[in-house]
């Protein structure tokens, strides 16, 4: 199973002309939060008094079950590091992961579980090694210069074809892992973990023109090959090795299809995939339709297989006519008539994203019709939000079931990842028949952590 939480208090303090003192404690949302508030006025303070000898700041890390602490460091080391500031090394052996709230009153409290941290990656998709007791994790490297000094965060070149990959996601070491060559194009997305047929792959798709890859000669010529030539993202997966041993390893299997989940639109992308009776199948839309498709392992062709109404109404889902819905995560097979999956909904392009998560369920049984949606549901992590609820950015890039406890990775500004503890029954009661009325648009977690609030 995965590791307990514990708590998180923050200090900070500086130089003996001027001595900023500032407790926070675990009733603050994050650590990284609470650090980012006291780099700033520590930045401001020495910016006052550039002749300060020492300027130091620290996050005690209290683990719950014994009286360790652990120095913690911030995530925004590199905008206050340029000011001056120095920041404490430390070793981020952890036992377990970070509870943002200890509230007696809340038995089951919604916990924060990791953070990337410093580390240079975005969008990670963190997932359980039961052999070895941690958690692994596969997102993508920051890669431009605009985007990492935004996120304040270090950055390095690496190459576009370069996966970051973690064996061990409470540290910040992410080492390079390097698609097959058969699909290396001029730009990636985001990859995922696919467990189907017994095998653990990765899942990806290509962005961008491919001027030396090979792919399409896996193709049949005609149509089909046409078909895929003219996809925007071309999808693929192939077999997950650690990056020590990528030497061998097989090609990757483009996915390739006659007809498109969108007859109009060339850019599907964002497959999640499941079985049934040993069959390999991948969900494609989720509306109007929500498109199943019958997938082979071995040659990645698929196929229209079910396509049951989102809803018996013409308003399918019932979210806002303004956004996008978007498939993230799953599906996770929370009992034997029901699979739960992680969705989005979308507004804007790269700078004016909003992305926030909403989940369904949908039966276990074909033709795996929709049972019910929740509405919006913020995590209250996205920095954009503080400025404007309509830049709000959560991508829930994977959900895994340990018990009753839904882990999600949730991919926050485009900027850094941060793993989700969340008990499944707080998704499920909030989870009706389509399509949702009005009143029900979005939902924002509390203060406490317990419950939800509308938004």
Excluded at 28 to 42: E, F, I, Q
Excluded at 163 to 170: K, N
Excluded at 193 to 222: E, H, I
Aim: charged fraction near 20%; aromatic fraction near 12%; glycine fraction near 6%.
């Amino acid at each position: 199973m995965p590791p307990a939480t514990f708590s998180v208090t923050a200090e900070e303090t500086s130089g003996d002309d001027e001595v900023l003192t500032s407790r926070m404690t675990s009733s603050l949302w994050s650590s990284a939060d609470a650090t980012r508030a006291a780099a700033n006025r520590v930045a401001a303070a020495a910016s006052r008094n550039p002749v300060s000898a020492v300027t130091t700041i620290s996050i005690v890390v209290t683990i719950t079950v014994a009286a360790i602490q652990l120095p913690l460091q911030s995530r925004r080391h590199r905008s206050v590091k340029d000011r001056g500031i120095v920041f404490r090394e430390y070793s981020r052996e952890w036992a377990g992961g970070v509870q943002w709230h200890s509230n007696a009153s809340c038995a089951d409290p919604v916990e924060l579980v990791l953070d990337t941290g410093n580390a240079a990656v975005f969008n990670v998709a963190f997932t359980w090694d039961v052999s070895n007791s941690r958690w692994v994790g596969l997102g993508r490297f920051h890669q431009s210069t605009p985007n990492a000094p935004n996120c304040l965060v270090p950055w390095h070149f690496q190459a576009i074809n370069d996966l970051a990959y973690s064996d061990d996601g409470r540290g910040e070491s992410y080492r390079t892992l390097t698609v097959p060559k058969n699909v290396q194009c001029n730009n990636i997305g985001e990859p995922k973990w696919m467990r189907v047929g017994g095998k653990q792959l990765v899942y990806c798709y290509t962005n961008g023109a491919c001027p030396s890859a090979t792919f399409m000669n896996d193709v049949p010529s005609g149509k089909l090959r046409d078909t895929l030539l003219a996809s925007f993202y071309r999808n693929y997966f192939f077999d997950f090795t650690t990056p020590e041993h990528t030497a061998g390893r097989a090609p990757a299997h483009p996915i390739w299809y006659e007809e498109r989940p969108e007859p109009d639109q060339p850019t599907a992308k964002n497959f999640l995939f499941f079985e049934h009776g040993g069959q390999p199948y991948a969900i494609t839309l989720v509306e109007p339709t929500h498109s199943i498709y019958a997938l082979s392992l071995t040659t990645g062709f698929m196929y229209p297989a079910y396509s049951p109404n989102t809803s018996s109404s013409v308003l399918g889902l019932g979210f806002s006519s303004d956004i996008r819905t978007s498939l993230s995560a799953g599906p996770i097979k929370i009992d034997e008539h029901r699979f739960l999956v992680a969705g989005h909904v979308a507004k804007g392009g790269w700078a004016d994203a909003y992305r926030l998560t909403f989940f369904y369920v949908f039966s276990a049984k074909p033709p795996f019709a929709i049972k019910c949606v929740t509405p919006v549901m913020s995590f209250g992590l996205s920095e954009r939000a503080r400025a404007s609820k309509e830049y709000a950015l959560e991508y829930n890039t994977h959900i895994e079931l340990h018990g009753r406890h839904v882990y999600l990775s949730i991919g926050v500004d485009n900027c850094f990842t941060r793993l989700l503890k969340l008990p499944l029954g707080r998704i499920l009661r909030h989870c009706s028949a389509p399509p949702l009325k009005p009143n029900r648009a979005r939902l924002h977690l509390s203060k406490d952590r317990c419950g939800w609030e509308h938004w």
